[in-house]
């Protein structure tokens, strides 16, 4: 259900914005945003305000500046906070500005995604859209701001400032935004896959090499903890032609974060992009902030991100399987043992990682598997089992002419494939991975981006982009302390692939701990087992929590978050049918969380109300935490029943809730 409608602005309108009114008109529709009506009257001192269940955005004309600011239940999310962009020829747009239209509307819809944390997302929000003039320049833009019960969101519309025959180019230099927290915030910076530093707003470490972007800035998502106890996430969605956003302290303003657009790739590498050039009308990525009046709710509103995308566009996915991977060892027996024990573990893909066509930092084909592999049979194998295969394929060995190296993938029967050292950053290399996703769609393949790529909700517009990295992973033996910060801040903003390991030696966390991470994370494309191969696992007694992965799936018709608090604990339910999968994971101080299990269900047609609880607990706890056992066991309960779930230090549990 969608409603729109204009409204007048206080003064007169000026003879400039009657003339242009049938062009305003145009370019809004060119943009995608809707009708528009001949122009309304404007003025210097204006505001707008898009409201839903108990969330606003405010933009408002003060003194001819644009700003904005957002509540939450009346208290505070981000202060006032400017509005603008600044061009290449160096006109600020949002400094001297009229308002010329106001539109309004509320839209109401559901969508089914191909796969995710819910079988079904719901977009409620309220929208309000200026139209503008630079009152120096004459040029005309437009702002959105839309209000979610999950958050809000803002972006920029360059409207079309050529004629019926000539395309206007537009040079973007800057971004001007700003995220004006409350006093007494704190954010969680991070940056490439540095571990997440608690700091105020203000005070950002200075990163950066002489050939990165340098300064205190952090990557997104950014999650702020503010002092009403309220958590904002900052993300961005619908990054298409356009530079990654990164957010900087400001000098003298110690609550105030900064847009900056990259101008080198994250990893170094690549022509560094002071600019981008864009053609009108042109909509800039959404600036979303997901809100939780609790840190739990917070974790539950992340869809934001995916309504804020362009919807799906491939009109046949029912070759797109999420699933759980196996990384095998770099031979043909490796392979043909990878398979069958993907085929008894549940497991739906194995892979071939970096080395299986030859050194991945001077081999530039990635045509020739080295002789260890036979891959022609290692795949035939794997197909004839119901198991796909994966091949990892560094950026220095994915040419330009990606359409005939996926084609060739395709053509051998492969699966998917996992890009290595992606270098995410500048206009050149969104367009490089975005055009990666779409080539991967036409030979259906799958696509995993490693590295330092960030999300940004496209993998609802290409859902075979199932995953991608962009953190801290087990291959750095992160902290408990940073595992229970991710499902608050990384994973806010779209799919993680985070390794999970159990059993390894390099993790400061307990085995029960790493086995939460499959229903605590969101990741659709689950690698298990990680630096492990097929005979350590033989001896099945040795290792009680294989049923939970042999069990566990990827993808979910609905997930609940039932507690936690960032840096510190969290416990996520999803439901797969009618089971239910509960993780629980601790920082480096044991606790115990009472969680009622009121989300099951209570005597419905699948059900008699009564679940069976099989329990993968912390043992006694040992040596180093890796070495904690895993202790399994069996209750009845129902949603009337409060489970008390005892953690060890860095420990967890993993709970699958079966209908009696």
Known sequence: MRTAGDQD????LSRRGVLKGAAVTAGLAAAGLGAARPAHAA???????ARMGGTAITMSV???????????????VIDTSALGLRLGDGTVLGSDVTVTRNQYGTVHDTWSPVYGRNASVTDLYQEQRWTLRDNASGIRFGVQIRAYRTGVALRYVLLDQGTATTATTVTIADELTTFVFPDDTTVYSARDEDAYTPVAPGSIPVTGTSSTDQGPLTDLPLTAALASGYLA?????????????????????????????MEHTA?????VETTSTVSTPFATPWRAVVIGATHAELVDNAELVLNLAPANVLTDTSWIRPGKVFRCELSTAAGLAGVDFAVARGIDYIEYDAGWYGPEFTTTDATTPIAAIDLPSVISYATSKGIGVFLYVNRLALSDDADALFGLYKGW????????????????????????????????????MHDDVRPFGYERTYPNWISLEGVRGNEQSPTATHNVTLPFSRNIGGPIDYTI?????????????????????????NFLFW??????????ANWPGLPWFNAIPTTWDESRTLAGSIGEYVAVARRDGSTWYLGAMTNETARTLSIPLSFLDNGNSETSGTYTATVYADGAPGTSPFRTPVVVSTQTVTSETTLDVAMASAGGQAIILTPA
Not at 9 to 12: D, I, N
Not at 62 to 76: D, E, M, P
Not at 237 to 260: D, E, H, I
Not at 508 to 523: G, P
Request: proline letters at 5%; a positive charge.
């Open 233 to 261: 996430c900052v993300c961005e969605s619908s990054r298409v032609n356009y530079p990654r956003l990164m957010l900087s302290s400001v000098a003298g303003q110690p609550g105030t974060l900064s847009a900056f657009l």
């Open 501 to 525: 390991c159990y059993g390894q030696s390099r993790d400061k966390t307990t085995n029960a701990h790493q086995m939460a991470m499959a229903a605590v994370y969101y990741q659709p494309l």
């Open 531 to 540: 630096y492990d191969k097929p005979s350590k696992y033989a001896n099945t």
């Open 43 to 49: 003025d210097a001192a204006v505001g707008a305000t």
């Open 413 to 448: 029967g492969v699966s998917g494939i996992k890009l290595g050292f992606i270098n995410d950053g500048t206009q050149t290399m969104t367009d490089q991975i975005t055009g990666w996703a779409e080539t991967a769609a036409k030979y259906r393949l799958l696509i995993d």
């Open 9 to 12: 602005q206080p003064g007169a």
């Open 267 to 271: 990893r170094g590498t690549g022509p």
């Open 62 to 76: 003060v003194g001819g500046a644009l700003q904005w600011s957002a509540t939450r239940n009346g208290r505070t």
